[in-house]
């Protein structure tokens, strides 16, 4: 499925659903187990850790807008368009904004905390190379951007 690239008309359609849906529709067998791994794995240690509706708001939240900034990157010819499918640029947005708030700052002693959904995108890239890797450099940046760490920190604190 391929999100529209009129800004316009997705937000004054009745296509808004869009933003939301296409985290769930897989083009290919190998996005669809990762997909499936990746929610598995972290999934239930984000849920356990941010309670159910801070999970599900932050799901919504954290599909909705990497899907506008690929498709605004995409409107001004940044990068080519590209299928974009499955729950992993979710997650992605998610554990980077999860990442923001350890208070470790370094993992193995020599990388930083911040770097790490980098790191997890490079070994997806390798295991599944059609992936939106665009897609995927949007839900790491709206993950680490104050917008969603802030909402994180709100919707944490008072669940």
Known sequence: MRIKVDMVLICLSSSVY?????????????????????????????????????????????SSIPGLLYSLLIYIGVGQPSPVCG??????????????????????????????????????????????VLLYLCAICVGSSCILSKLTLELYCFV
């Open 18 to 62: 869009r933003l939301w849906s296409y985290a769930f529709c897989h083009r290919e067998m190998p996005s669809l187990l990762s997909s499936a791994a990746i929610m598995v794995v972290f999934g239930q240690w984000q849920e356990r850790r941010w309670g159910t509706v801070c999970f599900v708001a932050l799901s919504l939240i954290s």
């Open 87 to 132: 729950y992993s640029a979710t997650h992605f947005a998610m554990f980077s904004a999860q990442c923001r708030h350890i208070k470790q700052r370094r993992v193995f002693q020599w990388v930083p905390v911040s770097a790490v959904p980098c790191l997890v995108l490079g070994v997806h890239f390798l295991v599944l190379p059609t992936s939106p």
